[in-house]
């Protein structure tokens, strides 16, 4: 008992240095930017030696790819808060919301935004599939969405909502260059979000006989 007990304590210990360390990262990667940042800089304000955060994450892009999972979470449960529900709103209209809300808190830190993106092209296979599992969870909230819409016709039956949500998430994505050069806030994000939907969602309606 007393062995587990110790094994238990080392391993909530390593928790909480590894979450210590992506907060640590997160607030200097918003702060100064990626390229910016060094190890050395994490560890010094994570209070644990270079050694423990190369240990732990390898090298500066992978844990740059935890800072941004931390934040994948945060966006699922703002994009929910924000959810009016299916009772009176349309498909879309609960699409703009949800992801209105998200540009409004994401623009806070536009700049860690950009670099991840960015640096998705420079992590390793192992960074790529956790950060596409981390997305999976705001995947299947729009998968029910669009489910809900085909119920209740306004999305034909045979939508693919794979290839849907794929769409709808390169569109959100990509819209983060109009706040990156030509300084859009959420509502205009939003404005725009709405157009691209309805011109998508035109070629998934119902055909009316």
Do not use: C
Not at 52 to 60: A, I, R, S, W
Not at 109 to 128: H, N, P, T, Y
Not at 142 to 158: C, H, T, V
């Amino acid at each position: 008992m007393p062995s587990l007990t110790r094994s238990t304590q080392r391993r909530d210990q390593k928790e909480a240095t590894r979450q210590r360390v992506i907060e640590a990262a997160r607030t200097l990667f918003r702060k100064h930017g990626y390229e910016a940042v060094t190890m050395r800089d994490i560890a010094r304000v994570a209070e644990v030696s270079a050694g423990t955060v190369v240990g732990t994450f390898g090298g500066k892009v992978d844990l740059f790819n935890e800072v941004i999972i931390a934040i994948f979470a945060a966006t699922a449960e703002i994009a929910r808060a924000a959810d009016p529900g299916p009772e009176n709103h349309s498909t879309i209209d609960r699409l703009v919301l949800r992801t209105e809300a998200v540009y409004a808190d994401q623009l806070k830190q536009l700049d860690l935004v950009r670099d991840g993106m960015m640096i998705a092209w420079l992590r390793s296979k192992e960074a790529d599939r956790r950060n596409r599992a981390a997305a999976e969870e705001i995947f299947a909230d729009l998968a029910a969405i669009l489910r809900d819409g085909i119920e209740r016709g306004e999305l034909a039956a045979d939508v693919s909502i794979p290839t849907a949500i794929e769409i709808i998430f390169t569109l959100y994505q990509n819209n983060y260059r109009r706040a990156v050069f030509s300084a859009w806030n959420a509502t205009g994000l939003g404005a725009l979000f709405r157009q691209q939907l309805e011109f998508l969602f035109s070629g998934m309606a119902t055909k009316q006989l």
